[in-house]
């Protein structure tokens, strides 16, 4: 797609978690996607799909013990690039904060509540560029202010429960942009707040990206967010990647049938009412190992005998180029249509 | 101490008391009601688990209102299952794993408040009357010339008290439907 | 007569402070005025966003939580008034579904267990329903046994088997955590079901299952629903009116199809403007009304209009001064049976008054 060199490169990213007497879980298996300046790469799926695993792991968050990294994810700066995954604890604390920044879901717990905002804020500046006193006050209320919250010299002075839910994920924004990161990771920014306050959220990064050229990984579950933020869409199940493409190819031609049910399960606000929803059966418990097929199978409406030999393979959809998915029986759209609804039930049943 | 669940006023008046009695040492506690009654062995008895009482008190009513609010509670109320009912076979079992565990703690411990009453003369004066405590007490004398008089009754102690965490763990283990196999 | 009718709700729940002695300071007015009414075999969905007293309504209408004022008449009865043994007997035909589906089960009960507990309270089952007293260890193996049929029953409609009897909550996935609270409500044959966030804390997958399941229970056994959830989209498919609340109010009512159509209540449109769509070419061409600023305090709601601190429609006439009830348009008969609390609602509809730029939400961004 774009000629440019990526910011961020990952390839075959994978996550295995392993518990003394427990069987290891392989919580991200396999995942590759780059990040491009001044675009929003989104990873979507439901719970387990491990795409809050890769943020952490891209972050170095993850903890050490128990816990096996694998794959690459290059960064490129401009002394050089670096591979994330293999950097010592030291030079990642220097990246993060300076060149990576990470938004999580609740603001109230990112925040130390004994320590008011603008200590908070002020540390990052003092830490990472270097700002002493006054000048690093007023430079975070200046951030404060950007980021859209009313009288910041007052708010620099409360402490996180003084503000609402939406002033704290703005606090923590301001936060992760005030070394001007390259890269932004976004894990759920906005799950926790009213969709009023979403929607300044959201327009507030759509404006970093495009005003500041950061290059912003968002992970989500809401495919509403996704249609209206990102530029390329990765759809996470079970650890891998189903399908990947440009905003405008997934929303009007899905191919994984995972896709296609989520968005057949998503109630849209512009659908006449009494639409029926064409939900997926079964829960994502209903898994079978990748190693041993396709492991969205045993909730497939769609599923061949060939979905049960071996991995399927990311491979290029009809539309070619940057669309892909994992699919070797992909459904067309006149069958789709065919399909009887229903069912839900008795699949999820049968684990019971 | 369910009363805790009902009516603010009397949680208050209750409250206050019990936080009166953890403002007393525990052993001043014990040993006053000993005092009060004359020293035998139900005495030492009585007075080192009135001596516990505050501290469970505390425990289950903070148990108790953390579990009343639960949906669990409120979804109980909305089938229409009467306040008693809801207080004994809803927010009561789930309550009392902190419970448990106290008193797997509290055992060790109310075991050497015992012999303590007795060593300082509150327990049953009847000298053939074999008592941890007691015999501890007594052991102190000859610690230098017959060690073992003191070593058997405190492993006594050491294995009971260690014996009774181990129930403690595994009472919890039995009622918690999570942890069955 | 509609089976649910509320009338002028009021639920304030006092501020305490004090270390030994608690004094009121103030009043959280949680709930403040709200009329609706249900209709049998209908859907009334309740929107709003946190702290505009959806879920204290919900549980007002059940007697959860202490009604300070108003009435509430449920098949012609006012439960407002009852006692409490009355309103626990008449709970049998108003049930709840809950939000946390994991943790509104006791976890120590198993899913048997959980679905009698309404059964046994309400004695129901057995051959004699007259209310005599039961005879003996044969009556009570028949009531038992019409007691555990009806909990299959209602487990087979939620789409679960008698399997799930002796198996524990946590031994489930959220979604048939859910079905076992449906089938909870269910058992006791109720006529209304309050779903309080039925399905938010689900997968989206599993979401529009229990949305369908809702749907067929509907269709198969009549059942009046009213839902409170703070998803538009979500109570938009499924309800036949619509709420929608702010700040302890009920500022807008209609037609399911007739609000999305023409949203008529200010914070109605930034409601609306603010759910994302899943369609890329909807969500670039769309309109956004950016709120500014955050909810204010239910404890101490704005004079006037509630919502006029926020509202890009703002007048300087009557806003700030005079609370807005809700009321039909005047003058524009097609909007029907659609309601709204907004003075200016004619003229904002008419496009005689616009929205100011200064006071929709100012995002600066820096260099």
């Known amino acids: 797609?774009?000629?440019?060199?990526?910011?961020?490169?990952?390839?075959?990213?994978?996550?295995?978690?392993?518990?003394?007497?427990?069987?290891?879980?392989?919580?991200?298996?396999?995942?590759?996607?780059?990040?491009?300046?001044?675009?929003?790469?989104?990873?979507?799926?439901?719970?387990?799909?491990?795409?809050?695993?890769?943020?952490?792991?891209?972050?170095?968050?993850?903890?050490?013990?128990?816990?096996?990294?694998?794959?690459?994810?290059?960064?490129?700066?401009?002394?050089?690039?670096?591979?994330?995954?293999?950097?010592?604890?030291?030079?990642?604390?220097?990246?993060?904060?300076?060149?990576?920044?990470?938004?999580?879901?609740?603001?109230?717990?990112?925040?130390?509540?004994?320590?008011?905002?603008?200590?908070?804020?002020?540390?990052?500046?003092?830490?990472?560029r270097g700002l002493s006193g006054g000048r690093a006050r007023r430079e975070a209320a200046d951030l404060l202010y950007r980021v859209g919250?009313?009288?910041?010299?007052?708010?620099?002075?409360?402490?996180?429960?003084?503000?609402?839910?939406?002033?704290?994920?703005?606090?923590?924004?301001?936060?992760?942009?005030?070394?001007?990161?390259?890269?932004?990771?976004?894990?759920?920014?906005?799950?926790?707040?009213?969709?009023?306050?979403?929607?300044?959220?959201?327009?507030?990064?759509?404006?970093?990206?495009?005003?500041?050229?950061?290059a912003l990984l968002m992970i989500t579950h809401d495919l509403g967010v996704v249609a209206g933020l990102c530029d390329d869409i990765n759809v996470l199940y079970a650890g891998r990647a189903v399908e990947r493409a440009p905003r405008s190819r997934l929303f009007a031609d899905p191919t994984h049938p995972y896709t296609v049910g989520l968005l057949g399960s998503i109630p849209r606000l512009d659908a006449p009412r009494g639409e029926a929803l064409t939900p997926v059966r079964g829960s994502v418990n209903d898994n079978i190992a990748w190693a041993d097929g396709c492991a969205f199978a045993p909730r497939c409406d769609h599923y061949a005998t060939a979905c049960l030999q071996g991995p399927p393979a990311l491979v290029p959809t009809e539309d070619g180029g940057d669309h892909v998915h994992r699919c070797v029986n992909p459904r067309a759209d006149a069958e789709a249509a065919d399909e009887e609804p229903g069912g839900a039930a008795e699949d999820e049943e049968e684990r019971a | 101490?369910?009363?805790?669940?009902?009516?603010?006023?009397?949680?208050?008046?209750?409250?206050?008391?019990?936080?009166?009695?953890?403002?007393?040492?525990?052993?001043?506690?014990?040993?006053?009601?000993?005092?009060?009654?004359?020293?035998?062995?139900?005495?030492?008895?009585?007075?080192?688990?009135?001596?516990?009482?505050?501290?469970?008190?505390?425990?289950?009513?903070?148990?108790?209102?953390?579990?009343?609010?639960?949906?669990?509670?409120?979804?109980?109320?909305?089938l229409g299952v009467g306040e008693r009912r809801i207080a004994?076979?809803?927010?009561?079992?789930?309550?009392?794993?902190?419970?448990?565990?106290?008193?797997?703690?509290?055992?060790?411990?109310?075991?050497?408040?015992?012999?303590?009453?007795?060593?300082?003369?509150?327990?049953?004066?009847?000298?053939?009357?074999?008592?941890?405590?007691?015999?501890?007490a007594d052991a102190q004398r000859f610690l230098s010339s017959a060690p073992s008089l003191a070593v058997y009754p405190a492993l006594g102690i050491i294995v009971t008290a260690l014996g009774f965490t181990l129930l403690g763990e595994a009472m919890r283990e039995a009622l918690d439907p999570k942890l069955r196999k | 007569m509609s089976l649910l009718r509320i009338e002028d709700l009021k639920v304030h729940f006092p501020i305490r402070q004090g270390v030994v002695i608690d004094r009121t300071i103030g009043h959280v007015r949680a709930v403040d005025g709200v009329?609706?009414?249900?209709?049998?075999?209908?859907?009334?969905?309740?929107?709003?966003?946190?702290?505009?007293?959806?879920?204290?309504?919900?549980?007002?209408?059940?007697?959860?939580?202490?009604?300070?004022?108003?009435?509430?008449?449920?098949?012609?009865?006012?439960?407002?008034?009852?006692?409490?043994?009355?309103?626990?007997?008449?709970?049998?035909?108003?049930?709840?579904?809950?939000?946390?589906?994991?943790?509104?089960l006791n976890p120590r009960q198993n899913v048997g267990s959980i679905l009698m507990e309404g059964l046994r309270t309400h004695g129901i089952g057995g051959p004699d329903r007259g209310g005599e007293a039961p005879r003996g260890r044969e009556h009570r193996t028949l009531v038992l046994h019409e007691q555990r049929g009806r909990v299959v029953q209602a487990l087979e409609r939620v789409g679960l088997s008698a399997k799930a009897l002796t198996r524990y909550p946590h031994e489930f996935s959220g979604g048939q955590r859910q079905r076992i609270g449906i089938a909870r409500a269910l058992v006791l044959e109720p006529d209304l079901i309050i779903c309080d966030e039925p399905v938010s804390a689900l997968d989206?997958?599993?979401?529009?299952?229990?949305?369908?399941?809702?749907?067929?229970?509907?269709?198969?056994?009549?059942?009046?629903?009213?839902?409170?959830?703070?998803?538009?989209?979500?109570?938009?498919?499924?309800?036949?009116?619509?709420?929608?609340?702010?700040?302890?109010?009920?500022?807008?009512?209609?037609?399911?199809?007739?609000?999305?159509?023409?949203?008529?209540?200010?914070?109605?449109?930034?409601?609306?403007s603010a759910v994302p769509v899943p369609d890329p070419e909807v969500e670039d061409a769309r309109e956004r009304i950016l709120l500014a600023g955050d909810l204010p305090s239910p404890a101490d709601p704005p004079s006037g209009c509630r919502f006029h601190t926020r509202c890009p429609w703002r007048q300087d006439e009557r806003c700030a001064t005079e609370r807005p009830e809700l009321r039909r348009l005047e003058g524009v008969p097609e909007t029907g049976t659609h309601r709204v609390a907004c003075h200016h609602a004619e003229r904002i509809l008419s496009g005689q008054i616009q929205p100011s730029e200064e006071r929709a939400e100012r995002i600066v961004h820096g260099a």
């Open chain 3, 204 to 272: 989206v997958s599993i979401q529009a299952q229990v949305l369908n399941l809702l749907e067929e229970l509907q269709g198969e056994l009549g059942l009046t629903y009213l839902v409170i959830a703070h998803d538009l989209a979500v109570v938009r498919h499924v309800s036949d009116v619509v709420g929608v609340m702010y700040l302890g109010g009920l500022v807008e009512e209609a037609d399911s199809d007739d609000l999305y159509r023409t949203p008529l209540h200010p914070y109605t449109r930034s409601l609306m």
């Open chain 3, 35 to 104: 009329s609706l009414a249900v209709e049998r075999g209908q859907t009334y969905g309740l929107v709003g966003e946190s702290g505009c007293g959806k879920t204290t309504l919900g549980r007002a209408v059940l007697r959860l939580t202490d009604i300070t004022g108003g009435a509430v008449w449920f098949d012609g009865r006012d439960l407002a008034g009852l006692d409490a043994r009355s309103m626990r007997r008449e709970r049998r035909r108003l049930q709840m579904v809950f939000q946390d589906p994991l943790g509104s």
């Open chain 2, 1 to 78: 101490m369910l009363g805790g669940r009902w009516g603010r006023q009397l949680d208050n008046v209750v409250m206050r008391v019990i936080d009166m009695m953890l403002a007393l040492p525990t052993l001043l506690l014990a040993v006053t009601v000993a005092a009060l009654v004359g020293p035998s062995l139900l005495t030492v008895m009585l007075a080192v688990g009135v001596a516990q009482v505050p501290i469970f008190a505390r425990l289950l009513r903070g148990a108790m209102i953390s579990q009343g609010g639960r949906d669990y509670v409120l979804a109980a109320r909305a």
């Open chain 1, 1 to 128: 797609m774009s000629s440019s060199t990526p910011l961020l490169s990952v390839d075959e990213l994978s996550v295995v978690f392993r518990r003394r007497g427990a069987d290891e879980t392989r919580a991200v298996d396999g995942v590759s996607f780059t990040l491009e300046e001044g675009r929003v790469t989104g990873l979507v799926g439901e719970s387990g799909c491990g795409k809050s695993v890769t943020s952490l792991a891209l972050m170095g968050l993850l903890p050490d013990r128990g816990v096996s990294v694998g794959g690459s994810a290059v960064l490129r700066l401009p002394d050089g690039d670096v591979d994330l995954l293999a950097l010592s604890q030291k030079r990642m604390r220097d990246l993060r904060g300076s060149r990576l920044a990470m938004i999580f879901q609740d603001p109230l717990s990112s925040l130390n509540p004994v320590v008011p905002i603008g200590r908070q804020v002020t540390e990052i500046l003092t830490r990472h």
């Open chain 2, 88 to 136: 004994l076979t809803h927010i009561l079992p789930n309550s009392m794993g902190p419970v448990i565990v106290q008193s797997t703690l509290t055992l060790a411990t109310a075991i050497i408040d015992a012999a303590a009453l007795s060593y300082l003369g509150l327990g049953n004066p009847d000298p053939s009357f074999p008592e941890w405590g007691t015999m501890l």
């Open chain 1, 149 to 214: 919250i009313p009288d910041p010299t007052r708010r620099l002075r409360e402490y996180p429960h003084q503000l609402s839910g939406g002033m704290r994920q703005r606090a923590l924004i301001a936060m992760a942009v005030a070394c001007r990161p390259r890269l932004m990771i976004a894990d759920e920014p906005t799950t926790a707040l009213d969709v009023t306050i979403q929607a300044q959220i959201l327009e507030l990064l759509r404006d970093l990206v495009v005003e500041e050229g950061t």
